[in-house]
């Protein structure tokens, strides 16, 4: 009866608060209602031990107690995610800003590598199943609000190609090229001969094929490499979704390695998720400590200030931010509801571990950009030190089709 009082203390605890959609089954047949309607997720407890993840609900303690098994939920993802970051809001107190921490990880190429590739080469099949055709990973740019996923990312990869003014038969590097869709575009459309490189064999393998399937193979190129083994010259330079990965303590050798690559009147944009703590701190309510252990093996998002210092201490001067919080919130969505939708299908291409956590960090994620406990932002740069009459007079070019 231990276990059984303490959930109970616990649920009228929570009640007090709010009156939550969420039931919980009990190993004992007992079901505890947080509210008198219908709810739309249930929690079934199998084992009274099980109990421990509820009683401290972070968002660490309950993915984990999700992912392994240990509790089984029934219900959409993104109204799991909600309850449970009320059940954390009701229960915990948090250290500092919403509970967060920074913690300090230690990268190598080696460590960033194995990193990469256990994030990304789940399977190409996998990523296929709830991305766009185009199979871009990364924040899409709702232009007007109502455009479908993939005709968003093709607005966003135009959006980012506009704005640092690619020409035909400039050289473009993309750091981070995923699948290959950004170097595709800018050859196709903007005529640039195009470096993409990425540590993920299945997404090098892929985007060789999709390069070659183009015909142009006379004029993108994909590499498996570490950026820091980068050498040449670039007149443009991308990274979209990539700097999440580099670390806080290395982002001076990556903008230094961004900056001695760039052509002197060069411009390169970084695109990337930020921490809105200004310390970067992680995200609220242990769903940091979740990401790091089951998702991206030691990612670490800094914060715009930290970003934007570092760029002008290594040589390069910020021309263009914009946030596009509100579109990753939106993408997140998206992908949360096509991975709801072909839940069978991935179901048949990964265990059922790995399609957990998948779960709950896509939903989770869309979850996270509409609380501000993320960011994304786009930031245009060029080399310091340089006259002010390459520098557009406003914005307006950038919008004008």
């Not at 460590?111 to 590739?117: L, M, P, R, T, V």
């Not at 993309?174 to 575009?185: E, H, K, Q």
Request: glycine share 8%.
């Amino acid at each position: 009866m231990f276990w059984e009082k303490r959930l109970e203390h616990w649920v009228d605890h929570v009640r007090h608060h709010s009156a939550l959609p969420l039931r919980l089954e009990l190993w004992n047949g007992q079901h505890l209602d947080f509210g008198s309607h219908t709810p739309q997720v249930t929690v079934r407890v199998p084992y009274a031990s099980a109990a421990a993840y509820l009683l401290t609900p972070s968002l660490s303690n309950l993915g984990k107690a999700y992912v392994e098994g240990k509790i089984e939920i029934e219900g959409r993802a993104r109204e799991i995610i909600s309850i449970g970051s009320a059940l954390a809001t009701y229960t915990l107190k948090p250290i500092g800003k919403l509970g967060r921490i920074s913690r300090s990880i230690r990268h190598t190429k080696k460590k960033d590598e194995e990193a990469i590739q256990y994030h990304y080469d789940v399977s190409n099949e996998f990523y296929r199943s709830w991305l766009d055709d185009n199979m871009v990973y990364s924040c899409a740019y709702f232009e007007n609000g109502d455009e479908d996923i993939g005709t968003a990312q093709l607005k966003k990869i135009d959006h980012i190609l506009t704005k640092i003014r690619v020409r035909p038969g400039q050289r473009l590097l993309d750091i981070g090229c995923g699948w290959g869709a950004l170097v595709i575009r800018a050859a196709q459309k903007f005529g640039a001969h195009c470096v993409g490189i990425t540590l993920s064999k299945n997404q090098y393998l892929l985007a060789k094929e999709k390069v070659e399937r183009a015909g142009l193979a006379d004029r993108v190129e994909i590499r498996l490499q570490d950026y820091r083994d980068l050498d040449g010259r670039f007149d443009r330079i991308t990274s979209v979704g990539m700097f999440e990965h580099v670390g806080l303590k290395n982002l001076p050798v990556y903008f230094s390695k961004m900056q001695s690559l760039l052509e002197d009147d060069g411009v390169a944009m970084n695109h990337g998720i930020t921490s809105t703590d200004i310390n970067s701190g992680e995200a609220a309510f242990g769903g940091g400590e979740f990401i790091e252990q089951y998702v991206f093996p030691h990612g670490e998002l800094p914060h715009i200030s930290l970003v934007l210092r570092t760029m002008q201490e290594c040589g390069l001067e910020t021309l263009d931010v914009e946030s596009l919080r509100r579109h990753y919130a939106k993408t997140c969505s998206i992908w949360a509801d096509n991975f709801e939708t072909n839940a069978t299908a991935i179901h048949g291409l990964v265990d059922d571990r790995r399609f957990r956590i998948w779960r709950m960090y896509l939903a989770g994620s869309s979850y996270a950009f509409d609380q501000d406990w993320i960011s994304l932002f786009q930031v245009v740069c060029r080399k310091s030190g340089r006259g002010v009459t390459s520098i557009p007079w406003s914005r307006g070019y950038m919008y004008a089709h």
